[in-house]
C-alpha cells in the first residue's frame, strides 16, 4: 500500500486565495482526520470523519474552513478565503477501527 | 482522556538504549498509553501502544508500571534515525464521537554519534 497521499506537498499563495487539499486514505481504512501543526500551538485536530460521515469538527478555526469526505477514498479540506495565520504544515490521517493512526507527508501551506 | 508530562528533551547515545518516560497519573482503567513519534518534516508515526502489560514490537517496548501511572518507551539500540519527537497519548478505546487523538509536546530524543 502507498500509505496515505496528500497534495500538494508545498503550497504557496497569496493572502485571500482560495486553497484546497487533497488527501488519500489507506484503502479499507474507516476513520479519516485532518490535524495541523504550527510551532505555536503544535498539532490540532481539525476534524476526522466515520465512513465518510463528519463526526467532529469542533477543531476547525472558523467558517473559512470546511472539510468534505465524497466518498471512502478521497478527502479535500478548503481554506477561503485564505489568511497569512493559516500557514502551517496540514496532516491528513487514516486509521481502520482502533486508535492507530497512519499520517501522511503533510502538505505545507504559505500564505503571503 | 487523562494528561500526560513527559520531559521536554533528551538526549541518547548511538547504539544505547533510549528510555523515555511518561506520566499519567489520572489515567482510568480503561485508557491505553498510545506512543508515537515524528521525524522532522514528516508526519508522525505509531510506534506502540498498550493497557497494562507490557509489550513489545519490532520499533520498541513500552513498560508501564504495575498502577499504570506511568510508562517508558524503550528502543533498545538507538540510532542516528530515531532522532524525532516522541509523544506519549492516553486514550480510550471506545469512538464515536469521543474518538481522538490529542498530541501534547512530546519529548525531542537527539540521538548522538
Known amino acids: 500500500d502507498a500509505g496515505v497521499i496528500q497534495s500538494p506537498r508545498h503550497e504557496v499563495t497569496e493572502m485571500g486565495q482560495e486553497v484546497t487539499l487533497r488527501c488519500k486514505p489507506i484503502?479499507?481504512?474507516?476513520?479519516l482526520f485532518w490535524y495541523r501543526q504550527t510551532m505555536m500551538r503544535g498539532l490540532e485536530l481539525l476534524i476526522y470523519?466515520?465512513?465518510?460521515?463528519?463526526?467532529?469538527d469542533s477543531g476547525m478555526p472558523e467558517d473559512r474552513f470546511s472539510a468534505k469526505m465524497p466518498n471512502a477514498s478521497f478527502s479535500t479540506l478548503k481554506i477561503q478565503p485564505s489568511e497569512p495565520r493559516d500557514s502551517a504544515v496540514y496532516f491528513c490521517?487514516?486509521?481502520?477501527?482502533?486508535?492507530?493512526?497512519?499520517f501522511g507527508a503533510g502538505s505545507r501551506l504559505t500564505v503571503l | 482522556d487523562a494528561k500526560t508530562t513527559q520531559p521536554p528533551s533528551m538526549d541518547c547515545a548511538e547504539g544505547r538504549a533510549a528510555n523515555l518516560p511518561c506520566n499519567h497519573s489520572?489515567?482510568?482503567?480503561?485508557?491505553?498509553v498510545y506512543w508515537y513519534r515524528q521525524i522532522h518534516s514528516q508526519g508522525p508515526q505509531y510506534i506502540i501502544h498498550?493497557?497494562?502489560n507490557n509489550e513489545t514490537n519490532e520499533m520498541a517496548s513500552l513498560i508501564i508500571t504495575e498502577d499504570r501511572k506511568s510508562s517508558t518507551l524503550i528502543l533498545p539500540h538507538a540510532t542516528l534515525r530515531d532522532t524525532a519527537v516522541y509523544y506519549c497519548?492516553?486514550?480510550?478505546?471506545?469512538?464515536?464521537?469521543?474518538?481522538?487523538?490529542?498530541f501534547g509536546k512530546g519529548t525531542l530524543l537527539t540521538v548522538n554519534p
Open positions: 490521517a487514516s486509521s481502520f477501527g482502533r486508535v492507530v493512526l497512519t
Open positions: 484503502s479499507g481504512h474507516d476513520y
Open positions: 470523519f466515520n465512513n465518510n460521515v463528519p463526526i467532529d
Open positions: 489520572t489515567i482510568s482503567g480503561n485508557e491505553y
Open positions: 498498550g493497557l497494562k
Open positions: 497519548i492516553v486514550k480510550g478505546s471506545g469512538g464515536g464521537s469521543n474518538y481522538k487523538l490529542t
